[in-house]
């Protein structure tokens, strides 16, 4: 698939640049609440993003006053699209559905940027965190509402969340269905950065550029290695660094970094 393919989307923007892939959720009318057009979108994008080499790291915002409003709660109530069926059709749903987001975030090779333009409720919240950077404004609102719909957060959240935030925030934050503005998701480690509204899209392009310029094997096993840290004990976490060493220590890339160093310039990485 080219990325003039991708422009054809009708709930996803998407923009190559740089070597960085900007990705909006495009349905502002509904605040970017996922439906199963959406998500097929998303997942398809990301896909490709991952095995496409000019892409280095991912971005993604909202369309509109909102980074993502969560599930449609007009097709809830409706009991439509994902969410028709009996209570054994509603589990396929999702695991057919929604829980294919999560799948395809946490195998991503390469970084992810959220930039939290507005509200990141629910299952917009959990995407957010299923993102490995959160830059915010003043104007951002994150919760997470399930239990005040009578819901479970059905796309991984209680998986995502404590990771962020630590499992006493994250008991707080479920259990009260409590809504946080940006300064205090800030201090709460849910977003790294907040800055003003008129400073997000500059904020965003800054810390992609960062990562971007960095060698992308390194990165990428770099971020593989600290997802995996979590889950495995120390041992296999050695055993793991010292397999992607053996590997990024004979990149072309490794070279350049060294040579830059020590003629003091800017390094010129090929993911090589």
């Known amino acids: 698939m080219k990325l003039d393919q991708l422009k054809n989307l009708q709930h996803i923007e998407v923009k190559l640049e740089n070597h960085q892939l900007w990705m909006t959720l495009n349905r502002p009318e509904a605040a970017n609440a996922f439906h199963l057009s959406m998500i097929e979108e998303l997942v398809t994008t990301l896909e490709w993003a991952d095995h496409h080499d000019d892409v280095r790291v991912i971005v993604f915002t909202g369309a509109g006053k909102n980074f993502c409003a969560g599930g449609d709660v007009s097709a809830m ?46 299952a917009g919240c959990d995407f957010a965190c ?33 990771r962020v935030v630590g499992y006493t925030k994250a008991v707080e934050m479920f259990l009260t269905g409590k809504i946080y503005k940006g300064e205090e998701c800030l201090k709460m480690g849910l977003l790294n950065a907040c800055v003003g509204d008129e400073e997000l899209i500059n904020e965003g392009k800054g810390w992609a550029s960062q990562i971007a310029q960095n060698a992308p094997v390194a990165v990428q096993m770099t971020k593989k290695a600290l997802k995996l840290g979590f889950q495995r004990d120390l041992q296999t976490s050695l055993d793991l660094l010292a397999a992607f060493q053996g590997i990024t220590q004979r990149t072309e890339d490794h070279f350049e970094g060294l040579n830059a160093l020590q003629e003091k310039r800017t390094p010129t990485f090929k993911g090589i």
Do not use: C, W
């Open 77 to 122: 109530k409706e009991k439509r699209e994902m969410f028709s069926g009996d209570s054994d059709e509603l589990r396929r749903n999702y695991q057919k559905g929604i829980q294919r987001i999560p799948q395809i975030m946490e195998r991503l090779q390469k970084p992810t940027i959220a930039l939290v333009n507005g509200a990141a409720i629910g």
């Open 130 to 162: 299923m993102s490995d950077i959160r830059i915010g404004t003043a104007h951002t609102k994150m919760g997470e509402t399930f239990t005040k719909l009578g819901l479970v957060p059905g796309d991984g959240g209680t998986y995502f969340l404590p």
